[in-house]
C-alpha cells in the first residue's frame, strides 16, 4: 500500500506543486476499497466537511492520468472510476445489482493466453483489461 505523501513527494520531484485538494483527493482513493467515480469522490469531499467542484475533480483526474499515478476503469455502465495506479496486477468484479466493486486476482492470470494471442496475432502485448460482473452475496 502506498501513502498519499511518497506519491506526492514524487509529484513534488517532477516539479508539480502540492495542492490540498490533490492531497485529500489521493487519500480518499487509498483509503477506498473500491475503485471510485467522481460523483464518489465529491460525496467524500462533502463529508469530510469539503466543498470541491466536479470541473476541479475532472481536472486532478487528467493531471493524475497523466501522471500514471491512477487510472481509469470501465465496467461498461458509462461511470468513469478511478483506482490509485497499482502494485500488484489485479482485475475486479461487480456486482450488477448494488454496483459493489471487489479486486480480484487470478491465480494464473493470463500469461499463457497472452502467449497465444501474441504469436497468433504477431502482436506484442502491453497490457490486457479484464473486469467480471455477477451478482454479490447480498443480492443473490
Ligand atoms: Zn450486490
Ligand atoms: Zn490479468
Request: net charge positive.
Amino acid at each position: 500500500m502506498q501513502a498519499s505523501s511518497h506519491i506526492l513527494k514524487r509529484l513534488k520531484e517532477r516539479g508539480h506543486r502540492f495542492t490540498k485538494t490533490r492531497g485529500l483527493l489521493l487519500e480518499l482513493l487509498l483509503k477506498s476499497p473500491e475503485p471510485l467515480s467522481a460523483l464518489d469522490l465529491q460525496k467524500a469531499f462533502s463529508r469530510s466537511g469539503t466543498t470541491v467542484a466536479k470541473t476541479t475533480v475532472y481536472r486532478e483526474f487528467a493531471f493524475l492520468m497523466k501522471e500514471k499515478v491512477i487510472r481509469e476503469l470501465d465496467f461498461g455502465d458509462s461511470i468513469k472510476r478511478y483506482e490509485i495506479m497499482p502494485d500488484n496486477h489485479h482485475h475486479h468484479i461487480m456486482c450488477v445489482n448494488c454496483r459493489k466493486i471487489e479486486e480480484v486476482v487470478l491465480e494464473k492470470d493470463l500469461d499463457s493466453e497472452e502467449k497465444m494471442i501474441a504469436k497468433n496475432k504477431q502482436f506484442k502485448i502491453l497490457n490486457h483489461s479484464l473486469e467480471f460482473f455477477g451478482l454479490c452475496a447480498k443480492c443473490q
